[in-house]
């Protein structure tokens, strides 16, 4: 027990430290939607993938598994299409 209270706490110490680095990318939205029509739509929490250290959130399983077939591209066009889209 002791060592998960201490996992937990170090755990919690780094968020705090650097909350921005566990935030969703793209404002918590669906990064395909992001990244292949330039649009904000909601995601689900449980449709979720880390790439590169980051986390993308997608609307549903099915469209995450249409994402991550050519994820490298939408995360290269979201990336592009978010500044335009965060305003």
């Not at 996992?7 to 292949?36: E, I, R, T």
């Not at 449980?46 to 399983?61: C, H, M, P, R, S």
């Amino acid at each position: 027990a002791e060592l998960v209270a201490s996992m937990y706490d170090a755990s919690l110490d780094a968020f705090k430290a650097n909350p921005d680095k566990y935030a969703p990318q793209y404002g918590g939205h669906c990064a395909y939607a992001v990244g292949a029509y330039s649009k904000l739509v909601s995601a689900d929490p449980e449709a979720w993938k880390i790439v590169g250290g980051k986390l993308y959130l997608n609307y549903d399983q099915d469209i995450q598994k249409e994402w991550v077939a050519k994820e490298a591209d939408y995360i290269q066009k979201g990336d592009a299409n978010w500044p335009n889209l965060a305003k």
